[in-house]
């Protein structure tokens, strides 16, 4: 089984379909917690409510695409609401109340979820057009997944184009070395972060309705995929992009050779990782910021 | 022995005088918050059905029900466990969806011999090794519900299996129970592993790894939203156009069958109940429930129909004595929407029948399940299981 | 810096003494909650040691506590050790647990101190899930209690389990407060302020940053003991991060870095979830509710708030005494001195 390349090669591919998903997750949050030292628990939920609200408008427009391009935009705006009523009274404060604060939210989108969408695991079909699956190197492999390996990629180089060759991105990556120095020569640190804050809460939306119709939607989704994005973040550094595509490769390909190979270990290989990583290079592999 | 013990209990029931008259108590323990919350609402609906359908007669006697909360957690469970018990003074105990809650309890209502009717939970120890006088179980054991499956399968020529479940102690009984009557029946189990539990979303990687094992087959237990997420997967991978999937039955439970898709159809599993059963105590179990509900009744359902069902009846056999109802509560026996039911005495799990169904899925996406052979009386073996 | 106020003092007494009281006079239920409540009080005040006074925000400190209720279990069930001295002996690996995640983590700060203990509190629990030795996913059941009928005290008693639970955290609520007061407490809270300072005067900050992580691990994992005890059971469930989470709101909403408020937040806590459970199963929605409320008003919490009250009156009435010419006293004079 090992030695059969078309095996290996198809496990592969279930790797970086999982890191392409960890990596929507954890780029807005690392550019987040990079730009204001913004500690967000509740992106979880911020992910999980693109996969409800996607769910409702896949079943009321009977289009999984709707769903696709409407989500996020509303995951965007709850994000916004969000930062206006309450992310912004707490943005200086310490990390402390910064993770209470989101920690309550994540108690109230719990409730939230269940009292509007029920107990009950809600299935979601991908669209006919890419519902199939594909033969490679003798394996089958679901063009579903393919789809979504490619919306990763697609965003991660849309993101880097962003930052590295405009001039919004100039101002992020400046803001996020020294946010005082940004804002002495003029860049309105405010704005920008509360831009950055609803481009992270879109793709969160975004990696929700595009994770839907491979793991169903439920309660307590969020939690689970909480824990992951944030050693991702921790892993590949505070604010840069190259760390969130970096720690989602390492983390997704661990977890699923971890699963495959030594599965008494996959439960804690992460753990493990993160732990090293935290001693060994206490700011991430990327960190943005140079100390 | 056993048929002129319930004949005279029966018979007692029937003489008696209403001159006495009891005031009966019972606690509902289900999880009313937490992952299990759907499957804590569907038992208390069957059970309240069960009263509505049986209750009405009970003479002089009153029965009041008194639910409490164990958010799935073992020492809540327990703390509500001892608070029905100390102080609302309850009679029994019904419920009890996790194996983990039920093994917190177990110490607990064997010491104040509190009779407690499991309506879910199958941790095959507490009617084995761990068995009480005071634990009647009239959902299934772990075992019970798998073990049918292992000859079966070998008589359909299905000979090397590749096995799948999650990580946990009710996976892992699920998969023993299975594997040895597999083997046993001449069928070679030729790969496995255990997923980590309710964190594994991704399928993917263990699918792959089925599929290059070799198999006639892949036996799973997956239930709730790990089964919509694993059948819909095994269909996305094109795993079901060259292996059949066998499993528990609720990998295909009704409440989630519909949101798996395509990827269910000829899916064959066993469990202790299927909608489609043919009786006439399933059809007005069914139709009463579908119209107070608007929804057809699940596995979990039945389970707390049968289990509200037991209680009462136990109640009618007993006249009004409160020390004849503890005993009576394993002696009831009734044919209901499952078939027939007793208790073992042996062991104090229930004897059903176990039915192998295939699902099937209309063009128009609509589900139904077809019973293809049923296994009778199906009963554990003691398992080192000593009363008192 | 932490003082005994008579305001924190006067809590602590008043909290001791209902907890007397209602371990005898409370019903079945009742007496159930008073333990849940001093379970979540020892958590609760032992991580504002670390968290309020030490500055290390822990999201990994529910593994002290199923340390210690595991290594009890494990001794009493497996070693055949007797209860009392498996209490005792639990507090070993607690501490050195915590000991070692200080010095690991001794340079690790902020964020990334929270994400250290969270994976640190994660591992431990996938570990104790996975170890079908320990039992696994389904825990171990029939613990039993320490046995003090030798003289006269019976623990299967509601009441006087109860009662000895109750008496046992206000033993640790003193032994904390007396190690703040010491120099070692007083170095702890510098730390926390100005590590480079107290670098630059030649202290070794690993060893007390360890120092303090093992002394709060020892308290979890004590409750541990107790709550192995107090349902006759573990499970891994007692680990779990969200576990961890809970604590820090109570530290939160009673109200950090005081000692005694975090007391007062598990009370509150336990007794809202309870009194709220009442009605719906979504108490989850409104602790959420009351906790960004309670950071919105300034995140001092319940006690906080008090003591932060006490304060200003105090202050108004000292200023109000250095008026000249007024020099009347005061009809209240006894508002504490917080």
């Known amino acids: 089984m090992l030695t059969d390349p078309g095996y290996l090669f198809v496990q592969f591919l279930n790797g970086l379909q999982f890191s392409m998903l960890l990596f929507l997750l954890s780029v807005g949050l690392s550019v987040t917690f990079g730009l204001m030292n913004f500690v967000n628990l509740a992106h979880g939920a911020l992910y999980a409510c693109g996969a409800f609200i996607g769910y409702s408008i896949a079943v009321w427009t009977g289009s999984f695409w709707a769903a696709f391009l409407l989500a996020p935009l509303a995951v965007c705006v709850i994000g916004a609401v969000l930062y206006g009523v309450l992310i912004r009274q707490v943005r200086s404060a310490g990390p402390l109340t910064q993770v209470l604060l989101t920690f309550g939210l994540i108690f109230i989108f719990l409730d939230a979820f269940r009292v509007i969408w029920g107990d009950l695991a809600l299935g979601v079909s991908a669209p006919t057009l890419l519902a199939t699956n594909i033969h490679i190197f003798g394996q089958t492999y679901p063009l579903y997944r393919l789809f979504l390996i490619a919306l990763g990629l697609a965003v991660y180089l849309i993101l880097w184009l962003a930052l590295e060759r405009t001039n919004i991105g100039a101002m992020v990556r400046a803001s996020v070395d020294n946010a005082e120095m940004a804002s002495c020569l003029g860049v309105n640190v405010e704005r920008l972060f509360f831009a950055v804050f609803c481009t992270g809460c879109l793709l969160a939306g975004l990696a929700g309705v595009a994770a839907a119709p491979i793991f169903s939607v439920y309660p307590g989704m969020d939690l689970e995929i909480l824990i992951p994005t944030l050693i991702v973040v921790v892993i590949g550094g505070l604010g840069s992009l190259k760390g969130a595509i970096v720690g989602s490769l390492l983390i997704g390909m661990l977890q699923t050779f971890g699963q495959v190979l030594i599965p008494q270990l996959a439960g804690s290989l992460s753990y493990i990782l993160l732990g090293a990583t935290l001693i060994l290079r206490p700011e991430g592999l990327f960190p943005a910021r140079a100390h | ?388 | 810096m932490y003082y005994p106020s008579k305001l924190r003092s006067a809590v602590a007494a008043l909290l001791f003494v209902a907890g007397i009281v209602a371990a005898f006079q409370a019903g079945y239920f009742g007496k159930e909650i008073l333990v849940e409540i001093a379970l979540y009080a020892l958590l609760a005040l032992s991580l504002d040691f670390l968290a309020g006074f030490g500055g290390m925000v822990s999201l990994g400190h529910a593994a002290f506590y199923g340390i210690g209720g595991y290594a009890y279990v494990i001794m009493t069930m497996e070693a055949g050790v007797p209860p009392l001295a498996a209490m005792a002996l639990a507090l070993v690996p607690c501490f050195a647990a915590g000991w070692l995640l200080g010095i690991v983590t001794s340079k690790v700060r902020g964020i990334f101190y929270i994400m250290a203990t969270l994976a640190f509190g994660q591992m431990i629990y996938v570990f104790t899930f996975q170890n079908r030795m320990l039992g696994g996913s389904d825990g171990v059941a029939g613990v039993p209690r320490i046995d003090l009928t030798a003289i006269g005290i019976d623990m299967n008693d509601p009441s006087i389990f109860a009662c000895a639970v109750v008496v046992a955290t206000g033993l640790v609520y003193l032994v904390f407060s007396r190690i703040l007061t010491s120099s070692f407490g007083r170095t702890l809270v510098g730390l926390h302020r100005n590590e480079n300072r107290m670098r630059a005067l030649g202290l070794s900050v690993r060893w007390y940053k360890a120092m303090a992580s093992g002394l709060a691990g020892t308290a979890a994992g004590f409750a541990g003991t107790i709550a192995a005890q107090h349902t006759m059971f573990v499970s891994p469930g007692m680990m779990d991060w969200t576990t961890s989470g809970e604590v820090l709101i109570m530290v939160i909403l009673g109200g950090l870095e005081t000692l005694i408020g975090p007391v007062v937040g598990a009370a509150f806590v336990v007794l809202l979830k309870h009194e709220i459970s009442e009605f719906t199963n979504h108490w989850h929605f409104f602790i959420g509710v009351f906790l960004i409320v309670a950071i919105l008003a300034g995140g001092r919490g319940l006690y906080g708030s008090l003591e932060a009250g006490v304060a200003r009156l105090t202050r108004r009435k000292s200023e109000r005494e250095q008026e000249p010419g007024k020099t009347t006293a005061q009809k209240n004079p006894e508002a504490g001195n917080a």
């Open chain 2, 1 to 388: 022995m056993r048929k002129t013990f319930m004949a005279s209990a029966v018979l007692a029931a029937a003489l008696t005088l209403p001159a006495q008259a009891a005031d009966y108590k019972v606690g509902l323990l289900l999880p009313y918050s937490g992952v299990y919350a759907s499957l804590g609402n569907d038992i208390t609906a069957g059970f309240n059905l069960a009263v509505e359908h049986f209750g009405k007669d009970l003479g002089d006697d009153t029965l009041t029900l008194v639910q409490e909360d164990t958010e799935v957690k073992p020492p809540v469970g327990l703390a509500k466990a001892r608070k029905l018990v100390l102080q609302d003074k309850v009679d029994a105990i019904s419920g009890i969806v996790s194996s983990g809650v039920l093994a917190a309890l177990r110490d607990f209502v064997h010491q104040t011999e509190t009779p407690l009717v499991v309506a879910n939970a199958g941790n095959d120890q507490m009617t084995g090794e761990r068995c009480s006088p005071y634990i009647i179980r009239v959902s299934f054991s772990n075992g019970q519900v798998n073990r049918p499956m292992g000859p079966w399968l070998v008589e359909k020529g299905v000979k090397k299996i590749y096995t799948l479940a999650p990580d946990y102690a009710a996976g892992r009984q699920m998969i023993e129970a299975f594997s040895k009557s597999f083997t046993e029946a001449g069928g070679e189990i030729v790969g496995g592993q255990f997923t980590p539990f309710r964190k594994t979303k991704d399928f993917g990687p263990y699918l792959t790894a089925a599929a290059a094992s070799g198999a006639d087959g892949i036996f799973v237990f997956y239930a709730g939203g790990e089964a919509i997420g694993f059948v819909k997967q095994y269909g996305e991978f094109g795993i079901n156009e060259k292996m059949p999937l066998y499993g528990s039955g609720w990998l295909t439970s009704p409440l989630y069958v519909g949101a798996e898709g395509k990827a269910a159809d000829g899916v064959i599993t066993s469990l202790n109940y299927s909608p489609s059963i043919e009786n006439p105590e399933n059809e007005r179990f069914q139709k009463d429930y579908m119209a107070a509900h608007d929804r057809a009744a699940s596995e979990y359902a039945v389970q707390g129909y049968d289990a509200g069902r037991l209680i009462v009846e136990a109640i009618k056999a007993s006249g009004g004595d409160k020390a004849a109802f503890k005993k009576n509560l394993s002696k009831v026996k009734f044919s209901g929407p499952r078939g027939p039911l007793e208790i073992d005495p042996a062991t104090n799990n229930i004897v059903q029948n176990i039915y192998i169904y295939e699902t099937k899925v209309a063009e128009d996406g609509s589900t139904s399940q077809e019973i293809l052979d049923t296994v009778e009386a199906v009963r554990d073996a003691p398992n080192g299981c000593q009363m008192n």
